[in-house]
């Protein structure tokens, strides 16, 4: 099953505020199903520390997670073009 989800590693992004109930439970899912789709791919913590920050981040809760700087769950992004 290894590459299961496409060549190369991926880039994994847990997203979090400090002290978040979600994101160590989070943490341990994620890994888990990396081991089987993607071993070897590694989650990188990203602590949300202010609101700054996190509209830097287009952060939309804790936690969150991105994979390749896509969040995977939440609203769509905020459209810029002409509709």
Do not use: N, Y
């Not at 979090?16 to 081991?35: D, F, N, T």
């Not at 981040?57 to 936690?63: A, V």
Request: net charge negative; with cysteine; proline share 10%.
């Amino acid at each position: 099953m290894p590459g299961m989800c496409r060549q190369g590693r991926m880039k994994v992004e847990l997203l979090h505020a400090e002290g978040c109930p979600g994101a160590e439970p989070s943490r341990v899912i994620l890994e888990a199903v990396l081991e089987v789709l993607s071993p070897g791919t590694e989650v990188t913590d990203v602590l949300v520390a202010s609101q700054p920050q996190a509209e830097e981040l287009g952060f939309q809760g804790s936690p969150s997670i991105r994979v390749d700087g896509v969040a995977l769950e939440g609203r769509p992004p905020k459209s810029t073009g002409m509709t």
